[in-house]
């Protein structure tokens, strides 16, 4: 039961275009969302996140919009970068459990390799 | 600013052998968890704890142990290792509503 998808497993960019992540979540429950970036022999590093009390969330080149109704949210980068070729994972936490059974546990998708070409 | 430290980086293990993932984190944070990434797949929870002396099972618990005597180790434990356990290997940490800090990952082959 995959309760955060990422459906496009990679997403080829050209240098200075803007790159578009998706991400999908089934459960309801889930209040607060992560974008993280892993290169290669690393652990994913936190990049944003967004609270479900809002629809958009900015970082400098970053930005997450959340579509509740929809149960989506994306991850907009622009203008993308080599420097930005990675793993994106979406996450996703049910934080009104956080003191019952889920701990704060992050449900992750399963990731979209982004590649920029210079 | 260590964050959160994983050893080793890599192990080949044969099929039966025990091994230790070791993870130490430096910040005092309360919750500490690990995962494990399949190729294609994103990272699917296998332990986490809420503070020392507790611990308790996430989505694939099967085949690992864990324990945590201080706030700062969580080590991860295989006893039997078996082909299904390659995998890359990550420990992390998290405070309140802050997010996770990942340590940098073991990349575990049984052959």
């Known amino acids: 039961d995959q309760q955060v998808k990422q459906n496009s497993p990679s997403l080829s960019v050209q240098e200075g275009r803007i790159s578009i992540l998706n991400c999908d979540y089934t459960?309801?429950?889930?209040?607060?969302f992560l974008w993280y970036k892993k290169y290669p022999a690393e652990g994913p590093t936190f990049l944003i996140s967004?609270?479900?009390?809002?629809d958009k969330n900015e970082d400098g080149r970053f930005t997450v919009f959340l579509n509740k109704s929809a149960k989506h949210l994306s991850l907009h980068i622009v203008p993308s970068q080599p420097g930005d070729s990675a793993v994106y994972f979406c996450?996703?936490?049910?934080?009104?459990?956080?003191?019952?059974?889920?701990?704060?546990?992050?449900?992750f998708g399963q990731g979209t390799i982004l590649t920029v070409h210079p | 600013n260590a964050g959160v430290t994983q050893t080793p980086k890599f192990r080949i293990l044969k099929i039966g052998q025990s091994m230790t993932l070791q993870c130490t984190q430096d910040?005092?944070?309360?919750?500490m968890y690990w995962y494990r990434q399949d190729p294609g797949m994103g990272l699917k929870l296998i332990y986490y704890?809420?503070?020392?002396?507790?611990?308790d099972k996430g989505e694939v618990p099967n085949g690992y142990n864990v324990s945590r005597s201080t706030t700062e180790d969580f080590p991860l434990r295989l006893e039997l290792a078996a082909p299904s356990q390659t995998s890359v290997y990550f420990c992390a940490s998290r405070q309140g509503s802050s997010g996770y800090t990942f340590g940098s990952g073991t990349r575990l082959t049984v052959v």
């Open positions: 967004i609270s479900s009390i809002k």
């Open positions: 459960n309801s429950m889930f209040d607060y």
């Open positions: 996450a996703a936490l049910d934080r009104s459990n956080a003191g019952g059974t889920s701990y704060g546990k992050l449900t």
């Open positions: 910040m005092n944070h309360n919750y």
């Open positions: 704890s809420v503070g020392a002396g507790i611990t």
